[in-house]
């Protein structure tokens, strides 16, 4: 038999293992990965790959690679003042720390908390973003801020945080006027031009985003939903964070938040619900069936002691349950290592069932769940697939002795253990540097806005060193 002619790649990644999510839950124990542009083109054993030539071969024994995270809801512009808000439930840490925060917000403070926000995230191996951004929100800063995620070599959404005029129960909750800077009209406009600039297929899309269903008006929801049907991207809000936002809404339209996009149409494949934890019986199933996606955001839900979702349920209806952190202020790490982890304890402790929730889920849910709630072609390590991969070292102290890579990954490992972060096929941070930006200016960067920011804010009362 005549040997197979030798077929040529540009990346090679061999001898680790190679950990693929594929819908066989394939796990070589010694694989390699090859690719070309920006799409995986063959994947297998080291063997099965010995005709493959590359440009660039990258041994990867003592490590796994695998597909890299999708991060379904973070706020990036909250970077500036990680550590704040301390011992609060949601209400007051809007009211009290967040809301005069993002009204202090300037464009160039924003953007050094996105740069700043994007290194982390690659370090811990994240390769694409949803970022709620809505402080502050015109035009410039919107499209400034998907800039600097793209310049950085992430992949990901820009969802602009639409708010329009103060609706009562905005009010009752204590959001303040300022906040609410356009009209609604104005609103949909700048999304509209925002989307136009960066529409979808673009490497850092922009989503419209009510910012949240219970205070949002129910026309201005209505209208972003309908932005996004138009230039067929999806859409992204908050609902049901808080146990009171169901019984506002109730209180204020006679119907729960999910049962009225149901109920009026709005609730499809599009809608990505960062949090989605107070759902009843009727609102999950409706969310499955729908196919819609909900960013969990596990480290959040439990530092602001909001609950957590029904994830087994939710899944099991058919819908889409992406991993969020959830901004630096709140979940603190751009880790969505930490944040797999949690989320199966955090459905172990609710449940009182060790087996609701597995290793083997969470990282379904940072991967390849993750890219199907993003709306995109990746999350998995198969030939066709767009080339967005990390590697994982293993051979620390910490991470030893390895008996299942998958369970090593969710419950050990941690986003310092990223050796390498590719994002459609590009090396963007190799051996503790990224490679597409300067991170100790983007630190200082940081450090010389926050300083300012908190004083303009007037929250020098949150720096004590020691609260009781």
């Known amino acids: 038999m005549a040997p197979r002619p030798l077929q040529h790649c540009d990346l090679l990644l061999t001898g680790g293992t190679v950990v693929t999510v594929d819908d066989a839950r394939t796990v070589h124990s010694t694989g390699a990965v090859a690719v070309t542009g920006s799409r995986i083109v063959a994947v297998g054993t080291p063997q099965e790959l010995a005709g493959w030539r590359a440009d660039t071969v990258i041994d990867c024994a003592g490590k796994v690679v695998l597909p890299g995270f999708v991060d379904g809801h973070n706020h990036l512009y909250q970077a500036l003042a990680r550590g704040l808000g301390e011992g609060m439930s949601i209400v007051p840490w809007l009211c009290e720390f967040m809301w005069p925060y993002s009204i202090a917000m300037t464009p160039q403070a924003a953007l050094a908390a996105a740069r700043l926000g994007a290194v982390e995230a690659l370090r811990a191996g994240t390769t694409t973003i949803v970022d709620n951004h809505y402080a502050p929100s015109d035009l410039a800063t919107t499209l400034a801020v998907a800039d600097v995620i793209e310049a950085a070599g992430l992949r990901g959404v820009v969802a602009r945080g639409v708010l329009g005029v103060r609706t009562d129960i ?65 859409w992204h809000t908050h609902c049901c964070e808080s146990s009171k936002d169901p019984e ?200 010389h806005h926050a300083e300012r920011l908190i004083s303009r804010a007037g929250m020098h009362g949150l720096l004590t060193p020691w609260t009781h």
């Open 170 to 234: 905005a009010a009752r909750r204590g959001q303040p006027q300022s906040l609410f800077r356009y009209s609604a009209a104005d609103e949909l406009l700048m999304t509209r031009e925002a989307i136009q600039h960066r529409p979808r297929g673009s490497k850092v899309e922009i989503w419209p985003a009510p910012l949240n269903l219970t205070y949002v008006d129910q026309d201005l929801v209505r209208g972003c939903v309908e932005l996004a049907r138009e230039y067929d991207t999806k």
């Open 248 to 447: 506002g809404y109730l209180d204020s339209y006679g119907v729960r938040p999910v049962q009225w996009l149901a109920k009026e149409g709005l609730l499809d494949q599009r809608a990505t619900l960062a949090h989605g934890i107070w759902l009843d019986d009727e609102e999950v199933e409706q969310v499955g069936a729908a196919g819609a996606g909900v960013a969990h955001n596990p480290s959040s839900n439990a530092y602001l002691a909001s609950g957590t979702i029904r994830l087994r349920e939710l899944r099991n209806h058919g819908a889409a349950v992406s991993l969020g952190s959830d901004g630096p202020s709140c979940g603190h790490r751009q880790d969505l290592f930490e944040a797999m982890k949690l989320a199966v304890y955090a459905q172990r402790l609710s449940t009182l069932d060790p087996t609701s929730a597995r290793a083997e889920d969470a990282l379904e849910l940072a991967t390849r769940e993750g890219a199907r709630y993003a709306g995109i072609d990746a999350g998995v390590l198969e030939p066709g697939r767009l080339a967005d991969i990390i590697v994982v070292d293993l051979d620390q102290p910490h991470l030893q002795p390895v008996h299942r890579a998958v369970s090593s990954l969710v419950y050990t490992a941690r986003g310092s253990d990223v050796e390498m972060t590719i994002v459609g096929g590009q090396i963007v941070y190799r051996d503790g540097q990224c490679l597409l930006v300067d991170e100790e200016a983007a630190a200082q960067h940081a450090a």
